[in-house]
Every structure is written in structure tokens, then in C-alpha cells.
């Protein structure tokens, strides 16, 4: 057993108050300085009656100040609208991904004998196909919950080795075309933004945010080959089985899958995906067809 343990994830100058000194500057309007002595705040007086205004004088350059400060106004709107535009359609294609992946997102549940005996994630990659991890078909049934009704499945094919499992509606007229197409986890670069959505502790449809923590990493257990892409967003009982996603396309890049943490400390442990290309051969071996995103 190597040194750690796997843990599968079912279930310029101002005051101290930030102004400026008091300058001869500082008590102006736009017509005008005002009179008296700034710093004392001292006005001269003058004959009649007073007014508001009787300590501003006009000036001479009140039409070229106000179409200066209009001139201002209008060049800080128009940085605003071209700062505001590429961020707006940013917005909208982030958005998007993330409500496709909902979309394409399902809870999985395994019985024996009519008992509950496991649950998990899973998500669509065609319209009556669903990838999850192989250990989260701990049952003799298995169900999946979409749109709060539930549907009987079957196996389609399964890799304990890879951990990973495609199962089937039995419903031949169920179809759900909100699937997920596959990315190239071969060019993905560590700091890549990523979603992860799934089943955590029983609460379906949680969206988590992380980056790509690592380039495909390797090690034996048992004597078996495992492959892993390290994320940072969490993975907890409950999401193994549902999708890795780019943030920014929606593609998905693996399936979320195990902790692996050291039992010595206590710690959050590292977070696992299986790389997507590694399933396209599970897929291909099985003759299930899949839609690349390249």
C-alpha cells in the first residue's frame, strides 16, 4: 500500500481620512474660486442682501469649462462601454457551459433487493448514454434521477481497472440531447480553468470551481496501472462519476473520481480525475459512440 490512501467520492499626500489638504483649489465651483480666506474659511462680506452664491464670482471660461467637463464625461462612458463588452459575452459563454453541464449532469443510484445501497454521479454522452465510475455500481440495480424522476438502467460496459462504467436507459424512447461532448485531456494545461458538478453528500446539482493541478500523473495499486489529472476543486462523497469540464467550452476533460490523501496528516488530500482520452479508448473498445469537441 503506497504512502497514501485512496478515498473514493460516493456519498499623492492626504489626511487620515483619506481626503486632501485644504487648497485654494479645493472650494471652487464650476463657474468660478470662491473668496475669503481658504484655510480659515473666512469670507469677505459684501453689501445687500446675501445669497448662496455671493461668495462664487463668474469667470470668464465658464462656457469652455463646462464643455470640457462634458468632453470627460463622454470619454468615460465610452471606456466603460468597451471595458463592459468583451466581459458581457464572456458572462454569456461561461453561463452556458455551466448550464449545459447541468443539464447533461444525473445522480446515479444502486440497489439491492430494493435497499439503497450506494449513489453517485454520472452525465450524458449521447442521448440515452451515461459515464460514471465503475465503483459506484455497487448495487444489482441500477437507477439514474433525471429531472426528479427516476429511470432503470443497465450496464453497458464496465472497466474496474480504469474505474469507469457507461450504462443505458432501459427506456428505449428516453432521450436526453443536453450531453456532454469530449475534450482532449492530452493538451490541457495546468492552471486551466475547470468546473466540477455532481452529487456531493446527497445535494445534486453543486457546480465547484478549480483549476488543472497537474499534468497526467501515474502510479500502481494493487498491481494496477492508475491515471490521474490532480484538481483543485473538491471532490467528496458523492461526485465520483460526474464530469470535469473546461470553464470555458464545457468540454469535458474526465471524470471525477477519488481523493487521495495521507492517513498521517490532516489534510484535504489530493483531488483525481480520470483523463477523458483514457475513457475514449474504454469507449471505443465498447463500441460506444461518443461526439469529440474537436
Known sequence: MPWYQIKTATYGDSSPFGGGELTERSRTSPYGFAGGDEKTGNFAASEGEHSANDYFSESDHTPSIEKEMEEQRKKRLKRKRLKRRPLYQQDIQVTNAIEDTLQATITVFCYNNGVKSDSGSGFFISPNIVLTCAHVLGGKETTISYNGKQYPCSVWAKDDNLDVAAITVNDKTFRNDRYL????????????????????????????????SSKEKSYVENGVQNYFHFISAD???????????????????????????????????LNAMIPINRIKGFLKKNGINYEDAR
Open 235 to 269: 471532490i467528496v462523497a458523492g461526485n465520483s462519476g460526474g464530469p470535469v469540464v473546461r470553464f470555458d467550452s464545457g468540454a469535458a476533460l474526465g471524470i471525477a473520481a477519488a481523493t487521495l490523501d495521507d492517513p498521517t496528516f490532516n489534510s484535504g488530500g
Open 181 to 212: 461532448k469530449l475534450g482532449d485531456s492530452g493538451n490541457t494545461a495546468v492552471g486551466d480553468e475547470i468546473i466540477v458538478v455532481g452529487t456531493p453528500l446527497g445535494f445534486d446539482n453543486i457546480v465547484g470551481k478549480g483549476i488543472v
